[in-house]
């Protein structure tokens, strides 16, 4: 058969057919309330694009773990920084990056604060009183927030256990009243 008669190379006609077989397979048809045509994705579409996900994640992770992760970790283990003056040049010893990192969590939790958590920069006005480190304020403060759950919960369980005790024991003593109670009725 003569294709190009048709006005079609034989790969054109090729190309169109895989497409109109791969567009019959991955798409459902179906019609609204109106009577319009839509198209939907089929569920072998949404099982290959599954597996095609999955599998992409899969290499992506794979790179990433050969590849990047250990430059990341060089970059952080190799990485001096250098405390310069205002105009660049060289102040004090050379610190890696990880004991940088060290260094400002150790002053971040050993810096002064008040009882509210604020230090003294935080504050406006002369009047902070530096009582604790901020680690001392973030254990107490978790500590206290544990506490008054505790003794929320335990009001709630003795105000339920004392409820009932209180409501029992009503119903007994209004009985015992009731009891004790003579009525007699006089004719007129």
Request: with cysteine; aromatic share 8%; charged share 30%.
């Amino acid at each position: 058969m003569d294709f190009e008669s048709l006005g079609f190379t034989q790969e054109e006609l090729q190309e169109r057919v895989i497409s109109t077989i791969c567009d019959r397979l991955l798409t459902q048809k179906g019609w609204d309330d109106e009577d319009r045509e839509h198209f939907y994705s089929s569920q072998l579409e949404k099982r290959v694009t599954k597996a095609l996900k999955t599998e992409i994640d899969q290499k992506v992770s794979a790179l990433f773990e050969e590849h990047i992760t250990p430059n990341v970790e060089t970059i952080i283990q190799n990485t001096v920084m250098q405390k310069t003056n205002e105009w660049g040049e060289a102040k004090g010893a050379p610190i890696t990056l990880t004991e940088y990192l060290t260094e400002r969590a150790e002053n971040y939790l050993l810096e002064k604060v008040d009882s509210d958590g604020n230090t003294r920069g935080d504050r406006s006005g002369y009047s902070l009183k530096e009582a604790q480190t901020r680690i001392t304020f973030l254990v107490n403060k978790k500590l206290n927030w544990v506490i008054e759950d505790g003794m929320k919960e335990a009001a709630k369980s003795v105000y339920s256990v004392l409820s009932d005790a209180l409501t029992e024991t009503a119903k007994i003593k209004l009985s015992e009243v009731a009891q004790s109670l003579k009525f007699s009725v006089k004719g007129i």
